[in-house]
């Protein structure tokens, strides 16, 4: 058996790059919407208070974006390969999900361009991961799945 070829169980962890933490999010917003604040205070005190309406939406819009951007910060893919099954994880928001597939019967759909993710496919149901890393990468993801599962006799 070749080196490079492994043998035992592998796992994969494919996590959602985002660098800013909570408290930065905050002070994101707050850095933001504190100028916002005073021009449409100071439009008020002239008497334009329709001002102050507009800045109100675009500090809610900006809120709901950081809002997603902290709820999906944490999002990841596992995928984990064993003799047994296939287990992949998915976490999307609040939404955990985790699916077994039988390794004698799932094809692996390789991406074919360079933005489409990676499929797993087991008896009619497909799981699409690699969301979070580049195409590169997900070739290569790609190319270890389909060696793990070609040499462990799937």
């Known amino acids: ?3 490079d070829v492994p043998s035992e169980p592998r796992s994969w962890l494919l996590e959602r790059r985002c660098t800013l933490t909570q408290r930065q999010l905050v002070l994101v917003f707050v850095t933001l919407c504190v100028p916002s604040a005073l021009v449409a205070l100071a439009f008020l005190w002239q008497g334009y208070w329709y001002v102050l309406v507009y800045a109100t939406l675009e500090q809610a819009a900006l809120a709901a974006c950081l809002h997603y951007c902290a709820r999906h910060r ?3 893919d596992r995928i984990a390969i064993s003799p047994g099954a296939i287990v992949v994880e998915q976490c999307r928001g609040r939404k955990r999900s985790e ?3 039988r390794p004698r019967t799932t094809r692996l ?3 074919r361009r360079d933005g489409d993710l990676i499929h797993l496919e087991d008896c009619g149901e497909q799981i ?3 969301r979070f890393i580049g195409a590169a990468q ?3 993801l790609a190319d270890e799945l389909a060696l793990c599962l070609r040499v462990q006799g799937y």
């Open 1 to 3: 058996m070749p080196r």
């Open 74 to 76: 944490g999002d990841y």
């Open 99 to 101: 699916r077994s597939l």
């Open 109 to 111: 759909l390789p991406p």
């Open 128 to 130: 699409e991961v690699g």
């Open 138 to 140: 997900r070739r290569r």
